[in-house]
Structures are given as C-alpha cells and as structure tokens.
C-alpha cells in the first residue's frame, strides 16, 4: 500500500475538495474475519457468516495496536472525518457506507452517506486499499446510495490482481467513471 500514498496524500491535499473523509479498519482481536478466529481455518479460506460467503483475513488493524494507526506520511489535518471500519466483532466491513451482513442478515449503514448529503456533497471520489474489496464495496454503496462516483484506479492497490478486469466492470456496470490521477489533473 505504501506505493499509493504520494497519490493519496495529493489526493487529500488538492484544493478541488470540500470535503475529505477516511475509512480506518479498527478491529477487535477475536474479530470474525480473521482466520484465527476458527480453529483449523486458514487465511482466505472462505466461511458462511450469517448465510453470506466470508473471506477469512490475516489479523490486522487490530484496535489499540501499532498495526491499525494511520498512515503517518499523509495530512490528516486536510480529513475531516475518519469511518471507523469492522468494529463489531460478528461483523465484517469493506465499505465505507455499509457493514457487510449482520447476524439478522443486514447490512447496516455507517452513517456516511449521510454525513455527506448534510454538506451538500453529490460526487464521491474513491481511493485507498483494497480495490477488490473496500474501494470496490464503497464505490458500490456510494452509487446505490444516489452519488456520483469516481474511482482513481493508480490511487488503489488490490488483494487479488487478477481481479481487476472483473473488478473494473463491476465498478462501471455500478456507475462508477474509472480514471487515474492525471485524468483529475492532480500531481
């Protein structure tokens, strides 16, 4: 993730944005996701949770460890709020608009969408880790939520390369415009 942060970091700091927010995984250590979380599991192995397919994850971003701080190389003082992300134990999170499913097969909202709408914001500008799975499940939600999204593809980096054909029509077929940093005339 480190080769992104020049590209988010002008990202955070062009003056073409009103409004910065930033997701932050923040995970208590039993969480759900990790695969140390069951017994005889490995890391992406994939599990049923409340009747919807689970990629079990390495632990990581666990609450209150080093693993979880934010970047410290980028303008935090430009963000103006930070979604914390997979703080349920029961629950994973990709998006930064929607849990994924809980046990009563919702997925619940973090208040995001609107956090936005209430400052008059309309597109959304989407970057960040992982491409096939947070910046994907946001874009996604941001769409089905009723704003116009843009993905900054050089901006983003996926767990699985391989994804990204299918994770660039399923982010089109969404909405979404795809461009890289310089389409948005940002250095």
């Known amino acids: 993730g480190d080769e992104i942060l020049d590209g988010v970091k002008a990202l955070l700091e062009s003056e073409r944005f009103g409004v910065r927010v930033a997701t932050q995984d923040w995970h208590p250590a039993d969480h759900l996701s990790f695969a140390s979380s069951h017994e005889g599991r ?79 914001i309309e597109h959304v500008v989407v970057c960040g880790l992982a491409r096939d799975f947070c910046v994907k499940w946001s874009a996604e939600d941001a769409a089905d939520e009723g704003f116009d999204v843009t993905v900054v593809w050089d901006v983003t980096r996926p767990v699985d390369p391989s994804s990204n054909e299918k994770v660039r029509k399923d982010l089109e077929e969404a909405g979404a415009r795809i461009v890289d940093l310089d389409d948005l005339g940002i250095e």
Not at 85 to 109: C, H, I, L, M, Q
């Open 42 to 120: 490995e890391e992406r192995d994939v599990i049923d949770l409340h009747g919807h397919e689970q990629i079990l994850w390495p632990d990581h971003c666990v609450q209150d460890t080093p693993g979880a701080e934010l970047a410290v190389d980028l303008p935090w003082e430009r963000v103006m709020a930070i979604v914390r992300k997979g703080t349920d134990r029961e629950v994973d999170s990709y998006s930064a608009f929607r849990n994924n499913w809980d046990p009563a097969g919702e997925r619940p909202k973090t208040g995001l969408a609107g956090y936005l709408r209430e400052r008059g």
